[in-house]
């Protein structure tokens, strides 16, 4: 298992950004597919975007498409989530998770094995 914590998150007016962070310990990100989650109270948890081992790809949810950027720092072994042009609807808890067995980027829960804790993020109108 690899273990994450992520970080970042916040209160921020619409149309404001927030960058949100996660590191790993345990193993290395660069080994994995990482990605980023969220969930708000009573719905499932869904995906947001995910980058490959080899660093070549990402991939992101409709919603987010052009708004937030997801990124890795592999000597710091820490992903991020560049989030802007926030919305109300994008406050959620950001959960930052690991597939520790693909090899090509999926959007399903059910294919990462380590999870974060979460950080809060919310957007006011």
């Known amino acids: 298992q690899v273990q994450l914590v992520e970080s970042g998150g916040g209160w921020v007016q619409a149309g404001g950004s927030l960058s949100l962070s996660c590191v790993a310990s345990?193993?290395?990100?660069?080994?994995?597919?990482m990605g980023w989650f969220r969930q708000a109270p009573g719905k499932e948890r869904e995906f947001v975007a995910a980058?490959?081992?080899?660093?070549?790809?990402?991939h992101y949810a409709d919603p987010v498409k052009g708004s937030f950027t997801m990124s890795r720092d592999t000597a710091k072994n820490t992903v991020y989530l560049q989030m802007n042009s926030l919305k109300p609807e994008d406050t959620d808890a950001y959960y930052c998770?690991?597939?520790?067995?693909?090899?090509?980027?999926?959007?399903?829960?059910?294919?990462?094995?380590?999870w974060g804790q979460g950080t809060q993020v919310t957007v006011s109108s």
């Open positions: 980058i490959h081992w080899s660093g070549a790809t990402t």
């Open positions: 345990g193993r290395a990100i660069r080994n994995y597919i």
């Open positions: 998770a690991a597939d520790l067995y693909g090899d090509y980027i999926s959007t399903q829960t059910d294919d990462y094995a380590s």
